[in-house]
């Protein structure tokens, strides 16, 4: 599977992004798929995952609500829509496919990775 992360850009503090994630390859649809992202002299972290069965999402503690992933497997994209973005939201966002083992939180459980896409929020 291929994955190619786009929809990144500067934005004011308060505004919205949707962020989108195309697949090639493999059948979409058989992964769960997530979103980490990497902030500046930080971690890689998990942000949100949705599951390919019934189309569950979970979400990182610190979204609070703001953020909403979907996925259009007809079109082979999930999407991630950032609402009310902070400051600390700054970071580059990586999609990522599942391998279908271990918790969706953790990166060494996807197989695959998109090159990555930057969101800048100015304050």
């Known amino acids: 599977v291929q994955l190619q992360a786009f929809g990144g850009g500067l934005v004011q503090a308060g505004g919205s992004l949707r962020l989108s994630c195309g697949a090639h390859?493999?059948?979409?649809?058989?992964?769960?798929m997530g979103w980490f992202r990497r902030a500046p002299g930080k971690e890689r972290e998990f942000v949100a995952a949705i599951n390919w069965s019934d189309g569950s999402t979970y979400y990182a503690d610190f979204v609070e609500g703001r953020f909403a992933i979907s996925r259009d497997d007809a079109k082979n994209t999930v999407y991630l829509q950032m609402n009310s973005l902070k400051p600390e939201d700054t970071a580059v966002y990586y999609c990522a496919a599942h391998s279908g083992r271990g918790s969706y939180e953790i990166d060494r459980t996807y197989d695959y990775w998109g090159q990555g896409t930057l969101v800048t929020v100015s304050s």
């Open positions: 390859g493999r059948k979409f649809g058989m992964y769960a």
